[in-house]
Protein backbone atom coordinates (compact mmCIF):
# COMPACT_ATOMS: atom_id res chain seq x y z
CA UNK A 1 0.00 0.00 0.00
CA UNK A 2 2.85 2.52 0.83
CA UNK A 3 4.53 1.56 -2.59
CA UNK A 4 0.98 2.52 -4.40
CA UNK A 5 0.52 5.94 -2.59
CA UNK A 6 4.08 7.23 -2.91
CA UNK A 7 3.57 5.49 -6.86
CA UNK A 8 0.42 8.54 -6.57
CA UNK A 9 2.21 11.13 -4.67
CA UNK A 10 4.88 10.99 -7.77
CA UNK A 11 2.35 11.21 -10.34
CA UNK A 12 0.67 13.98 -8.74
CA UNK A 13 1.73 17.56 -9.58
CA UNK A 14 1.53 20.19 -7.27
CA UNK A 15 -0.53 23.86 -8.37
CA UNK A 16 2.69 25.16 -8.77
CA UNK A 17 4.33 22.78 -11.16
CA UNK A 18 1.07 23.44 -13.23
CA UNK A 19 1.82 27.07 -13.49
CA UNK A 20 5.58 26.57 -14.35
CA UNK A 21 4.41 24.12 -17.48
CA UNK A 22 4.81 26.02 -20.50
CA UNK A 23 1.05 25.97 -21.93
CA UNK A 24 0.48 23.85 -25.49
CA UNK A 25 1.46 25.93 -28.34
CA UNK A 26 -1.71 26.19 -30.91
CA UNK A 27 -1.76 25.33 -34.26
CA UNK A 28 0.64 27.60 -36.87
CA UNK A 29 -2.25 27.58 -39.57
CA UNK A 30 -3.88 30.78 -38.36
CA UNK A 31 -0.46 32.32 -38.44
CA UNK A 32 0.61 30.90 -42.08
CA UNK A 33 -3.08 32.15 -43.10
CA UNK A 34 -2.73 35.58 -42.27
CA UNK A 35 0.38 35.94 -43.91
CA UNK A 36 -0.78 34.35 -47.08
CA UNK A 37 -4.18 37.00 -46.70
CA UNK A 38 -1.31 39.59 -46.13
CA UNK A 39 0.57 38.74 -49.11
CA UNK A 40 -2.75 38.66 -51.26
CA UNK A 41 -3.72 41.84 -50.42
CA UNK A 42 -0.11 43.25 -51.04
CA UNK A 43 -0.62 41.54 -54.32
CA UNK A 44 -4.02 43.15 -54.94
CA UNK A 45 -3.05 46.40 -53.96
CA UNK A 46 0.26 46.14 -56.48
CA UNK A 47 -2.12 44.89 -59.26
CA UNK A 48 -4.54 47.98 -58.70
CA UNK A 49 -1.85 50.05 -58.43
CA UNK A 50 -0.78 48.81 -61.94
CA UNK A 51 -3.96 49.65 -63.29
CA UNK A 52 -4.22 52.96 -62.19
CA UNK A 53 -0.82 53.93 -63.45
CA UNK A 54 -1.99 52.36 -66.76
CA UNK A 55 -5.40 53.97 -67.08
CA UNK A 56 -3.06 57.34 -66.17
CA UNK A 57 -0.71 56.30 -68.90
CA UNK A 58 -3.55 55.66 -71.42
CA UNK A 59 -4.96 59.00 -70.16
CA UNK A 60 -1.68 60.80 -71.06
CA UNK A 61 -1.55 59.26 -74.64
CA UNK A 62 -5.49 59.85 -75.27
CA UNK A 63 -4.11 63.70 -74.19
CA UNK A 64 -1.24 63.65 -76.36
CA UNK A 65 -2.93 62.51 -79.32
CA UNK A 66 -5.75 65.09 -78.91
CA UNK A 67 -3.32 67.87 -78.45
CA UNK A 68 -1.63 66.64 -82.14
CA UNK A 69 -4.64 66.87 -83.81
CA UNK A 70 -5.24 70.31 -82.36
CA UNK A 71 -1.68 71.14 -82.96
CA UNK A 72 -2.38 69.98 -86.67
CA UNK A 73 -5.65 71.31 -87.04
CA UNK A 74 -4.00 74.89 -85.95
CA UNK A 75 -0.95 74.43 -88.35
CA UNK A 76 -3.30 73.51 -91.56
CA UNK A 77 -5.60 76.62 -90.48
CA UNK A 78 -2.32 78.87 -90.14
CA UNK A 79 -1.33 77.54 -93.69
CA UNK A 80 -4.58 78.51 -95.27
CA UNK A 81 -4.82 82.01 -93.46
CA UNK A 82 -1.02 82.59 -94.92
CA UNK A 83 -2.47 81.47 -98.16
CA UNK A 84 -4.85 84.06 -98.03
CA UNK A 85 -3.46 86.72 -97.32
CA UNK A 86 -0.34 86.22 -99.93
CA UNK A 87 -3.43 85.54 -102.74
CA UNK A 88 -4.78 88.80 -101.21
CA UNK A 89 -1.68 90.56 -101.51
CA UNK A 90 -0.99 89.38 -105.05
CA UNK A 91 -4.62 90.31 -106.34
CA UNK A 92 -4.62 93.97 -104.47
CA UNK A 93 -1.16 94.77 -106.19
CA UNK A 94 -2.60 92.72 -109.44
CA UNK A 95 -5.83 95.17 -109.30
CA UNK A 96 -3.69 98.43 -108.52
CA UNK A 97 -1.19 97.58 -111.43
CA UNK A 98 -4.20 97.44 -113.78
CA UNK A 99 -6.12 100.79 -112.34
CA UNK A 100 -2.91 102.39 -112.98
CA UNK A 101 -2.48 101.26 -116.63
CA UNK A 102 -5.95 101.85 -117.18
CA UNK A 103 -5.79 105.64 -116.04
CA UNK A 104 -2.42 105.69 -117.86
CA UNK A 105 -3.78 104.22 -121.03
CA UNK A 106 -6.51 106.72 -121.29
CA UNK A 107 -4.35 109.44 -120.46
CA UNK A 108 -1.70 108.49 -123.37
CA UNK A 109 -4.35 108.04 -126.01
CA UNK A 110 -5.81 111.64 -125.24
CA UNK A 111 -2.10 112.61 -125.59
CA UNK A 112 -1.59 110.88 -129.11
CA UNK A 113 -3.71 112.97 -131.66
CA UNK A 114 -1.68 115.97 -129.50
CA UNK A 115 1.90 113.95 -130.56
CA UNK A 116 0.86 113.33 -134.13
CA UNK A 117 0.02 117.36 -134.96
CA UNK A 118 3.07 117.83 -133.07
CA UNK A 119 5.05 115.85 -135.14
CA UNK A 120 3.41 117.34 -138.36
CA UNK A 121 4.09 120.60 -137.61
CA UNK A 122 7.75 120.15 -137.16
CA UNK A 123 7.77 118.18 -140.67
CA UNK A 124 5.48 120.96 -141.98
CA UNK A 125 7.91 123.70 -140.49
CA UNK A 126 10.91 122.06 -141.57
CA UNK A 127 10.03 122.75 -145.44
CA UNK A 128 10.37 126.10 -144.73
CA UNK A 129 13.47 128.02 -145.10
CA UNK A 130 14.92 129.27 -141.83
CA UNK A 131 12.70 126.91 -139.85
CA UNK A 132 15.93 124.43 -138.71
CA UNK A 133 16.43 126.86 -135.82
CA UNK A 134 12.90 127.12 -135.03
CA UNK A 135 12.09 123.15 -135.43
CA UNK A 136 15.25 122.64 -132.66
CA UNK A 137 13.46 123.89 -130.04
CA UNK A 138 10.21 121.70 -130.46
CA UNK A 139 11.88 118.22 -131.15
CA UNK A 140 13.83 118.76 -128.14
CA UNK A 141 10.51 119.22 -126.34
CA UNK A 142 8.98 115.99 -128.44
CA UNK A 143 11.78 113.62 -127.23
CA UNK A 144 11.14 114.90 -123.70
CA UNK A 145 7.24 113.73 -124.08
CA UNK A 146 8.53 110.46 -125.89
CA UNK A 147 10.61 109.90 -122.94
CA UNK A 148 8.13 110.31 -120.62
CA UNK A 149 6.24 107.67 -122.52
CA UNK A 150 8.81 104.84 -122.81
CA UNK A 151 9.79 105.73 -119.14
CA UNK A 152 5.34 104.63 -118.63
CA UNK A 153 6.12 101.47 -120.52
CA UNK A 154 4.75 102.96 -124.09
CA UNK A 155 6.75 101.67 -127.09
CA UNK A 156 6.38 103.01 -130.36
CA UNK A 157 5.12 100.48 -133.51
CA UNK A 158 7.58 102.12 -136.15
CA UNK A 159 7.61 98.82 -138.62
CA UNK A 160 9.56 99.95 -141.82
CA UNK A 161 10.93 96.97 -143.55
CA UNK A 162 9.15 94.59 -141.23
CA UNK A 163 6.44 91.96 -142.33
CA UNK A 164 3.07 93.15 -142.07
CA UNK A 165 1.36 91.91 -138.92
CA UNK A 166 -2.32 92.71 -138.70
CA UNK A 167 -2.28 92.41 -135.06
CA UNK A 168 0.01 95.86 -134.95
CA UNK A 169 -0.45 96.95 -138.19
CA UNK A 170 -3.03 98.86 -140.09
CA UNK A 171 -2.78 98.66 -144.02
CA UNK A 172 -3.96 101.60 -145.41
CA UNK A 173 -2.52 101.09 -149.12
CA UNK A 174 -0.87 98.16 -151.30
CA UNK A 175 2.21 99.62 -153.75
CA UNK A 176 4.32 97.57 -155.87
CA UNK A 177 8.18 98.15 -154.22
CA UNK A 178 11.92 97.15 -155.82
CA UNK A 179 13.24 97.68 -152.46
CA UNK A 180 10.74 95.55 -150.09
CA UNK A 181 9.68 91.96 -150.51
CA UNK A 182 5.89 91.39 -150.52
CA UNK A 183 4.60 91.43 -147.50
CA UNK A 184 6.66 93.91 -146.26
CA UNK A 185 6.09 97.60 -144.72
CA UNK A 186 7.62 100.38 -147.03
CA UNK A 187 6.38 103.49 -144.97
CA UNK A 188 4.48 104.34 -141.99
CA UNK A 189 1.87 106.76 -142.09
CA UNK A 190 0.94 107.37 -138.68
CA UNK A 191 3.07 105.83 -135.97
CA UNK A 192 1.10 102.78 -133.87
CA UNK A 193 1.88 102.45 -130.03
CA UNK A 194 1.92 100.01 -127.10
CA UNK A 195 1.86 100.44 -123.59
CA UNK A 196 2.92 96.61 -121.04
CA UNK A 197 1.77 94.50 -124.66
CA UNK A 198 -1.32 96.13 -124.58
CA UNK A 199 -2.05 98.02 -128.40
CA UNK A 200 -3.10 101.70 -127.63
CA UNK A 201 -2.82 101.82 -131.75
CA UNK A 202 -1.64 100.20 -134.75
CA UNK A 203 0.40 101.43 -137.08
CA UNK A 204 -0.95 102.22 -140.38
CA UNK A 205 0.91 101.53 -143.13
CA UNK A 206 2.08 101.14 -147.01
CA UNK A 207 2.48 97.30 -147.85
CA UNK A 208 4.85 96.11 -150.41
CA UNK A 209 3.01 94.24 -153.19
CA UNK A 210 6.02 92.85 -155.01
CA UNK A 211 8.25 94.27 -157.46
CA UNK A 212 6.48 96.03 -160.01
CA UNK A 213 8.31 94.53 -162.63
CA UNK A 214 8.02 90.74 -161.44
CA UNK A 215 4.07 91.47 -161.01
CA UNK A 216 4.10 92.35 -165.18
CA UNK A 217 3.77 89.44 -167.54
CA UNK A 218 6.33 88.68 -169.36
CA UNK A 219 6.21 89.65 -173.34
CA UNK A 220 7.33 86.57 -175.25
Known amino acids: MKTEDKQKQDTQTTPEEVVDQPAPQDSEEPKAQDDATA ?12 EAEGDETSDLFRQMDALQMELKTAKERYLRTVADLENFRKRAVREKDEARRGAT ?6 L ?49 GEAFNPNLHESIAYQPSDEQP ?16 RLLRPAAVVVSKGSEQASEPSNS
Do not use: C, W
Request: aromatic share 4%.
Open 39 to 50: ETEAEVEATASK
Open 105 to 110: SSLIED
Open 112 to 160: LPVIDNFQMGLAAAAKHDGGEAFTQGFEMILNQIQGVLRSNGVQELNPV
Open 182 to 197: EGHVISVERVGYVLHE
